[in-house]
């Protein structure tokens, strides 16, 4: 059963609407001020809010900014007897679901609130629809059983059950934005707005009022008032993407929007009162932004609430497989193509490629193949015939066509040991070793691995060998 709640200084009114509300089927509760109003709402589920224009005290459109502000989908229908076009607009524009005229009738009442709570109902369903979906969607991307995603699936399981900003840095391609998704939809601010702004992607100048919104007039072209993305995400989260690349001056303002929760759009002197959660991403080292003077501290720390670093797909091998295989399904699908297979060659291929992209590079990597490859199991040979990876067929088998004087190379086989960097160790001496052969020269020493010529930078450039002359090799 749905509950009104009337606002009006006329005992009588107050009165004659409760008992024709509820003969109606509803519930009902009266206040005689605004102030009383926004009591009940603190203490009671309301659904709807009948409220005169005209109360002693905070006016009925003050009342209606105040509920707005708390509660933005509770609709709100205002009644008054000075009714004007001008007014009604101003009423509408400023939120009210309708306006009812004194004296009024019972059944204009009555379809009236019959409307509003319609769309109040169709406002939650649609809302919780979208928490649904989103979480559907964030939680089906997170692919990954490997160490390193577990503690990020972690992370996040912590962090979204609270309203803490967060900060989540990584290189591109770690998948920034979809964590982000998951922390919103995974927590109490799930049906209210997801905000994204990338900060590298808008001009400077162009990049305050499209955070925080103009008033017409405020510059060339602004023909009209314009919300803000922050203003948007109200109730929400505002994810900043890429907030390294934010300009410095409009930093001090995003800091004032999460210091004093308001906003102030430009050329405006008026503040208005938001309440957001932010989540930043970046994929620099803002703590060197802030020694080389483009980064604010204070602004740092608060952002770095809650600090998520995402790790590299180099760093979470054993997960390759599986999202290798959840992106040839649904890319398969969308193309309605078969999806790819890859052979356990290809995948050992693909687990020792450094994919500097990270998992974006991996899903173009499988998007490619699924055009090219219709109906063929994906080998060594059809990785490097499409010029997939920087990978040349014969990297699975060159140690075993070693030269011999880079044949001899070995491990000490003391258990337990960490085989990850026991083969890293191994690989870094071969390319050091061949290069040492070939006076430094990259050509020559990938003949002598059996590897590409792009293969061995690539391992170079992994391993952070550093080659200074023929004899300095390190």
Same mark, same amino acid.
């Given at each position: 059963?749905?509950?009104?709640?009337?606002?009006?200084?006329?005992?009588?009114?107050?009165?004659?609407?409760?008992? +024709?509300?509820?003969? #109606?089927?509803?519930?009902?509760?009266?206040?005689?001020?605004?102030?009383?109003?926004?009591?009940?709402?603190?203490?009671?589920?309301? &659904?709807?809010?009948?409220?005169?224009?005209?109360?002693?005290?905070?006016?009925?459109?003050?009342?209606?900014?105040?509920?707005?502000?708390?509660? %933005?989908?509770?609709?709100?229908?205002?009644?008054?007897?000075?009714?004007?076009?001008?007014?009604?607009?101003?009423?509408?524009?400023?939120?009210?679901?309708?306006?009812?005229?004194?004296?009024?009738?019972?059944?204009?009442?009555?379809?009236?609130?019959?409307?509003?709570?319609?769309?109040?109902?169709?406002?939650?369903?649609?809302?919780?629809?979208?928490?649904? #979906?989103?979480?559907?969607?964030?939680? /089906?991307?997170?692919?990954?059983?490997?160490?390193?995603?577990?503690?990020?699936?972690?992370?996040?399981?912590?962090?979204?059950?609270?309203?803490?900003?967060?900060?989540?840095?990584?290189?591109?391609?770690?998948?920034?934005?979809?964590? +982000?998704?998951?922390?919103?939809?995974?927590?109490?601010?799930?049906?209210?707005?997801?905000?994204?702004?990338?900060?590298?992607?808008? %001009?400077?100048?162009?990049?305050?009022?499209?955070?925080?919104?103009?008033?017409?007039?405020?510059?060339?072209?602004?023909?009209?008032?314009?919300?803000?993305?922050?203003?948007?995400?109200?109730?929400?989260?505002?994810?900043?993407?890429?907030?390294?690349?934010?300009?410095?001056?409009?930093?001090?303002?995003?800091?004032?929007?999460?210091?004093?929760?308001? !906003?102030?759009?430009?050329?405006?002197?008026?503040?208005?009162?938001?309440?957001?959660?932010?989540?930043?991403?970046?994929?620099?080292?803002? @703590?060197?932004?802030?020694?080389?003077?483009?980064?604010?501290?204070?602004?740092?720390?608060?952002?770095?609430?809650?600090?998520?670093?995402?790790? %590299?797909?180099?760093?979470?091998?054993?997960?390759?497989?599986?999202?290798?295989? &959840?992106?040839?399904?649904?890319?398969?699908?969308?193309?309605?193509?078969?999806?790819?297979?890859?052979?356990?060659?290809?995948?050992?291929?693909? @687990?020792?490629? +450094?994919?500097?992209?990270?998992?974006?590079? #991996?899903?173009?990597?499988?998007?490619?193949?699924?055009?090219?490859?219709?109906?063929?199991?994906?080998?060594?040979?059809?990785?490097?015939?499409? +010029?997939?990876?920087?990978?040349?067929?014969?990297?699975? &088998?060159?140690?075993?066509?070693?030269?011999?004087?880079? /044949?001899?190379?070995?491990?000490?086989?003391?258990? %337990?040991?960490?085989?990850?960097?026991?083969?890293?160790?191994?690989?870094?001496?071969?390319?050091?070793?061949?290069?040492?052969?070939?006076?430094?020269?990259?050509?020559?020493?990938?003949?002598?691995?059996?590897?590409?010529?792009? /293969?061995?930078? &690539?391992? !170079?450039?992994?391993?952070?060998?550093?080659?200074?002359?023929?004899?300095?090799?390190?």
């Amino acid at each position: 059963m749905y509950a009104i709640l009337i606002v009006d200084d006329e005992i009588k009114l107050r009165e004659v609407l409760c008992m +024709a509300l509820e003969n #109606l089927g509803y519930r009902t509760c009266a206040a005689e001020t605004a102030e009383a109003a926004l009591a009940v709402l603190r203490e009671r589920e309301i &659904h709807l809010v009948l409220s005169d224009l005209r109360l002693p005290g905070l006016s009925g459109r003050e009342l209606l900014n105040k509920v707005k502000s708390v509660a %933005p989908a509770l609709p709100v229908v205002i009644m008054t007897a000075y009714a004007s076009l001008k007014d009604a607009v101003e009423i509408i524009k400023e939120g009210a679901f309708d306006y009812i005229v004194k004296p009024f009738d019972l059944n204009t009442l009555e379809v009236t609130i019959a409307k509003a709570l319609r769309f109040y109902a169709l406002s939650r369903d649609n809302a919780l629809l979208r928490r649904e #979906l989103g979480q559907t969607y964030a939680s /089906s991307r997170l692919i990954g059983e490997s160490p390193a995603f577990q503690a990020l699936r972690k992370s996040i399981l912590e962090v979204s059950s609270s309203s803490a900003n967060v900060l989540i840095s990584g290189e591109s391609g770690t998948g920034k934005e979809l964590v +982000a998704k998951a922390i919103h939809y995974g927590g109490a601010r799930a049906s209210a707005p997801l905000v994204t702004i990338n900060c590298a992607a808008i %001009p400077e100048a162009l990049l305050e009022s499209e955070l925080f919104g103009h008033v017409k007039g405020a510059f060339t072209g602004a023909g009209s008032n314009r919300t803000g993305r922050v203003a948007q995400a109200d109730s929400g989260t505002i994810f900043l993407d890429e907030i390294g690349d934010m300009p410095l001056p409009l930093q001090a303002k995003i800091l004032r929007c999460i210091q004093e929760k308001t !906003i102030e759009p430009v050329g405006s002197h008026e503040t208005r009162k938001v309440d957001v959660r932010v989540i930043a991403a970046t994929n620099r080292n803002l @703590q060197d932004e802030i020694g080389r003077g483009n980064f604010r501290q204070d602004l740092y720390y608060r952002l770095n609430v809650y600090p998520i670093v995402m790790p %590299p797909l180099r760093e979470r091998k054993e997960d390759i497989p599986v999202l290798a295989d &959840h992106f040839a399904a649904r890319i398969g699908v969308e193309m309605g193509k078969s999806r790819v297979e890859f052979t356990p060659e290809a995948v050992a291929a693909m @687990q020792n490629y +450094a994919w500097p992209g990270n998992v974006r590079e #991996l899903e173009n990597c499988v998007e490619r193949l699924t055009i090219v490859a219709v109906g063929e199991k994906i080998t060594l040979d059809k990785l490097a015939a499409c +010029a997939v990876l920087d990978i040349a067929p014969e990297d699975a &088998h060159s140690a075993a066509r070693l030269p011999a004087g880079l /044949s001899s190379v070995s491990v000490e086989a003391g258990f %337990p040991l960490n085989l990850e960097r026991s083969l890293e160790t191994l690989e870094r001496e071969l390319v050091c070793r061949a290069l040492e052969e070939t006076g430094g020269i990259q050509v020559k020493a990938a003949e002598l691995l059996g590897i590409s010529e792009r /293969s061995i930078w &690539h391992r !170079i450039k992994k391993l952070s060998i550093a080659i200074r002359n023929k004899k300095e090799i390190r």
